[in-house]
């Protein structure tokens, strides 16, 4: 079946954090605007907003302010993505990425000029910027090593607190752990993060988790928690869990994929509900053409229904070899939808070093598109391919976010860029919003 035409100003491809922070930008700027993709991907992420945390990787210097960490990046890898950025767009793209966060329900805190430190499930602290506001509290606790009890519940896979505790007692003594039941699911084999947050919408399941939490809380201060305080309104659930067990109640992240990735996917949709965008979650984009008149014609899967979209500009936020981006065969990769030169070692043997786990990261994890100082692909000319292709988020080159970590901030801020160099084209050709 074929649909009609929809036109728009821009279409961005790709669900993960990019796609949904350049479709945030791009209608919070007035422009009519079509998101394609699948959200898949974002299930994954922890929730956790990373701006930088590490540089250079090969010495894993840590960084507690991001902000010189910036500064010394950028001096020291200028083809990075985010030396096409000033500081002040790189706040500006957080700012508003936070506040639409918190409109849609999933309010985020942070100290806005140093890293935060937060506990993971295994047991390590991992250094980010932006905090889901159910965690928060485990960043107070760990930073005035507070005496704090964790809590893990029998039958969920991956999160013990006997093992975070031993871990992490050295450095913070007040650490104690807890196993209980978790309450409505006692006698399933497994239970499941998803169904444990549904779980706990009803009050009155969140009255028994006190109960059963209660007992264990003798001198402490605070409660971790795996992260189940509810799909939807966690704050709310966090703070009212919080008062029937007298202490405050934050949030670990659980492995993935975890709860935390789906409040971001839901907030993003619910934020996006009633703006200018025009959603097609679960498609793809089967192919784009260039048209003459400069616009693109994006085409729309799955395979028995077809919808062409006719935008004026596009943001390619589709991801690296997870997301689909790029592909790698025997010897080379490509962009699979333009098939736009990417920047990759010459060859197929310096993909990989011979060690695993080499503190320099492999070749392969730079490899991607590399773009003019408006975010546009370059083709092999080393000119933009197209005048208004755009690209943002894990899919461009020189850098490495995992290592870094810098994966969110890198996807929000180039996702900033990119939408921002969009607009500027847009009116300097006198364009009138569809
Ligand atoms: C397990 C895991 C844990 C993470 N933890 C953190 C963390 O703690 N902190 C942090 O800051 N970051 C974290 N990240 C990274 C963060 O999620 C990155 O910012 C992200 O992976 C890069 O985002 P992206 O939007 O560029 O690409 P992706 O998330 O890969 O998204 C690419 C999108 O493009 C779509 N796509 C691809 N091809 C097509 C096509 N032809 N048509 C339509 N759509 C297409 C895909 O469906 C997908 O929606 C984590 C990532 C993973 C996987």
Redesign the pocket.
Known sequence: MNLDPMECDLAV???????MAATMFAVNRGLSTCQ???????G???G???LLGIHPISEAKPWHDPWAGLDALVRDVPQHPYAKLNKSDIRAAFDELLEFLKSAGLPYSRHPEYNSSIITHIGTM?T?YGVPETMWKGVEAFEQKKPCLIVDFTSLKGFNAGLIVNRLKPSWPGLCAARIDFPVNRLMAEVLPEHMANTLATPNNREQLAQLIRPHVNDVEFVGIPAVLGLYRPTDIASDISQRVGVPVFEISTM?PAITGLRLKEAFERGMGEKRAHYFPR???TGVKHEKTGRFKVSIGPDNVSQTVLSKGVVL????F????LHGDRTNIRE??FDLPVYQPETRTKWHRVDFLDRRGHLINQAGLETDDHFRPLASNGRPAFETLFA????LAHQD?KRMK??????VATAFGAVRAFVDHFRSKNYVSK
Request: charge should be positive.
């Open positions: 491809i790709g669900c993960g954090i990019a796609g394609v993709g699948s959200p898949r991907e974002i994954f992420a922890s956790l907003l990373d991992k980010t993935p498609n793809h984009v936020a589709t991801g690296r997870i997301g689909g981006g699979t939808l943002a988020g894990s899919i976010w810098c994966g969110a901030g890198l996807a």
